[in-house]
């Protein structure tokens, strides 16, 4: 499955910017999806996941109260909406689609290598 992020940018600290997952090559359905991010000079990091019907997310302890997945199944698109930003959220962050289920449900989604296909990423700045 191919994915293509988008909806990157520059804001300011306490704005919101919603990202977007586009998906193709087989149905979004089958797979559970992620959102990672890598700031400069850290290790890429779990911020949130659905699983494939959309009943279950999963955050990142920073990012909750803050951030939320969504997905569409029809549309064969993932979204993150991203509010009250802080600057510490400026990374580049990454889409990912999973399809061995019972290997993402064990880690809650948050293993990275529990996902088989990648988007390219897309660049977030916060401004403080």
């Known amino acids: 499955v191919q994915l293509q992020a988008s909806g990157g940018g520059l804001e300011q600290a306490g704005g919101s910017l919603r990202l977007s997952c586009a998906v193709s090559?087989?149905?979004?359905?089958?797979?559970?999806m992620g959102w990672f991010r890598q700031a400069p000079g850290k290790e890429r990091e779990f911020v949130a996941a659905?699983?494939?019907?959309?009943?279950?997310?999963y955050y990142q302890d920073s990012v909750k109260g803050r951030f939320a997945i969504s997905r569409d199944n029809a549309k064969n698109t993932g979204y993150l909406q991203m509010n009250k930003l802080k600057s510490e959220d400026t990374a580049i962050y990454y889409c990912?689609?999973?399809?061995?289920?019972?290997?993402?449900?064990?880690?809650?989604?948050?293993?990275?290598?529990?996902?088989?296909?990648w988007g390219q990423g897309t660049q977030v700045t916060v401004s403080s």
């Open positions: 659905i699983n494939w019907s959309g009943d279950r997310m």
């Open positions: 090559g087989r149905p979004f359905r089958s797979y559970a």
């Open positions: 990912a689609a999973a399809g061995r289920l019972s290997a993402w449900y064990k880690t809650y989604g948050q293993d990275a290598g529990g996902y088989d296909d």
